[in-house]
Every structure is written in C-alpha cells, then in structure tokens.
C-alpha cells in the first residue's frame, strides 16, 4: 500500500522559512519523479516543484528562486526548503509522484505565512 505522508508545516512570519518533509513508503522510491502541490482555500490544488529520478527540478514561477526541492532516495523522502515566503504562500503543501495519481494524496501539511 502507498503511502505519503507530509511533515513540517506551520505558522510562519512573512519572510520566514520552512522544511517540509515527505516520507513515501509502497514503492521504489528511486524509481518514480516526485512533485510537491499545494491548495490554497477557494483554489485549485497546484504543482509547485517537481524532481526526477536524476533529480533535475523545475518550479512553478510563483515559487521560483524562493523554494528548492530535494530528495533522499536512501530515506525514500523528498523535501520542499521554503525560504522568503509570503502570505501567498499560505496553503496545505502536499507530495505526490509526478504525474500525479489521484489515489497517492495524503492529508497534507498546513503551512500558514502571517505577522
């Protein structure tokens, strides 16, 4: 059975940083691209990064420069540094593979960006 499971959300002030962590267990890790989504309220659920198995990535513009994602084929997690961030931000960050499958979301991590 897959499952991810998303760590690492919280309160943080504008200008902040946050790690999130996703622990992948079900699959060969190694093998699979992984992408990092997020869903703010009243929106639609949006890719922010994804890496390959090489770990080439590539990053939605909103989050270009600010967010690096990063992967650790010997924990089978893959990670999301959120630097700079901004109330825009404010949203649950989920991980999936890349390309999503729709039976692989998790619950999620709350990320709140506010003074």
């Not at 996703?22 to 992408?35: E, H, L």
């Not at 990064?49 to 909103?62: E, H, K, L, Q, W």
């Amino acid at each position: 059975q897959v499952q991810l499971v998303e760590s690492g959300g919280g309160l943080v002030q504008p200008g902040g940083s946050l790690r999130l962590s996703c622990a992948v267990s079900g699959i060969m890790f190694s093998r699979v691209a992984m992408g990092w989504h997020r869903q703010a309220p009243g929106k639609q659920r949006e890719l922010v990064a994804t890496i390959t198995r090489g770990g080439s990535t590539n990053y939605a513009d909103t989050v270009k420069g600010r967010f690096t994602i990063a992967r650790d084929n010997a924990k089978n997690t893959v990670y999301l540094q959120m630097n700079s961030l901004k109330p825009e931000d404010t949203a649950v960050y989920y991980c999936n593979v890349y390309p999503a499958q729709d039976n692989f979301w998790g619950q999620g991590t709350q990320v709140t960006v506010s003074s």
